[in-house]
């Protein structure tokens, strides 16, 4: 009789829990008396009530905070979802080191290394195309708040993509010897 493969979760289940957690507990302080207090007052203003006066610090802090709430609010559900249909199954195991494990010994750490081929679930698969549009590139670099930060993560991400393009496609054509890009091809 054959045994089940083990299946691999991704994200883990005590991973989506915790951020489970952690929206529900970020989403309890941004409703508090001054948000509900400019909430009702927004509320009358739009019913047609003269005495509701809210200042434009108080509505634009308002706006941002509602803003916020709707994408923690959104995160949390899409979470909450991902654990109840239990989409966090990236697939299962095709083989692994098992047994035949080695130690590793880099100075002041000692941890073991470990492998495993994993066939993934169809529905798990995605495009894995990166979209770079002109508006993409002139909205990371032209932001003036976060310019420097979004052009080292663009640089970075390039050179990540180009390595990946490297070894997808041009080592194995450039060595015909290469085996593990068609080891990996014959898997699938």
């Not at 989403?27 to 508090?32: A, F, Q, T, V």
Request: proline content about 4%.
């Amino acid at each position: 009789m054959a045994s089940k493969l083990p299946n691999v979760d991704h994200p883990s289940v005590p991973d989506l829990e915790r951020a489970i957690e952690d929206a529900n507990s970020n989403l309890e302080g941004r409703e508090d008396a001054e948000f509900g207090r400019v909430d009702r007052l927004i509320q009358e203003r739009e019913a047609g009530s003269a005495d509701a006066f809210v200042t434009k610090e108080e509505e634009y802090a308002h706006k941002i905070a509602r803003k916020t709430i709707v994408i923690i609010q959104t995160k949390r559900d899409h979470l909450q979802k991902f654990l109840h249909d239990r989409s966090y199954v990236l697939g299962s195991v095709f083989a692994g080191s098992g047994v035949h494990r080695r130690r590793a010994r880099v100075p002041n750490q000692d941890f073991i290394l470990d492998w495993a081929l994993i066939r993934i679930s169809q529905e798990r698969l995605g495009e894995n195309k990166v979209w770079l549009t002109y508006s993409l590139v002139r909205q990371l670099l032209l932001s003036p708040d976060i310019a420097m930060y979004n052009l080292s993560n663009l640089l970075i991400s390039l050179t990540l993509l180009l390595l990946c393009f490297y070894f997808a496609f041009a080592l194995p054509l450039l060595c015909p010897h290469f085996t593990l890009y068609r080891a990996m091809a014959d898997i699938q």
